[in-house]
């Protein structure tokens, strides 16, 4: 089966284009020649689908994907409140939900990572690029004036 396996993955990377084959250890005669047995025997016999390389599964369809499905449910109810003449005040709500559910709290976020806002940060700590009170009245104080 190896063999199969192997051919089948020279016809792809030939019709893809790609000319690097992947090493493999070599495989003795023997054992290569009953694999093309077996296969030519599945072929024979009709055994329906054929299996894909590396035993993947399918891919999903494209409807099966949650945002997708989570936009089309969106678009749905949109129209039903449209429809109702409350469409507007569930466009504002769902910004207003989306702006939440957006938001990561202080749990969700990566050792060390510091927030935009210096005040939820340990120690008031500001980001790089932060202007801050200080640093503006310093630019001010002590900036001689542009032109003169």
């Known amino acids: 089966m190896s063999a199969a396996v192997e051919r089948r993955l020279a016809q792809f990377r030939a019709a893809r284009g790609s000319v690097a084959p992947s090493p493999r250890p070599a495989e003795p005669p023997g054992k290569a020649a009953v694999a093309e047995a077996t296969e030519g025997q599945r072929a024979a016999a009709g055994g329906g689908a054929e299996a894909r390389p590396g035993g993947a599964a399918p891919a999903a369809p494209v409807w099966a994907h949650p945002l997708l499905l989570k936009v089309l449910l969106w ?11 409350l469409g507007l005040p569930y466009f504002v709500l769902s910004l207003l939900y989306w702006m939440y559910a957006g938001t990561r709290g202080p749990a969700e976020r990566r050792r060390g990572e510091l927030s935009a806002y210096s005040v939820f940060n340990p120690g008031c700590t500001a980001i790089a690029g932060t202007l801050t009170a200080e640093q503006l009245e310093r630019e001010l104080h002590y900036r001689p004036a542009a032109g003169r």
């Open 75 to 85: 678009a749905v109810l949109l129209a039903l409140f449209a429809e109702l003449e």
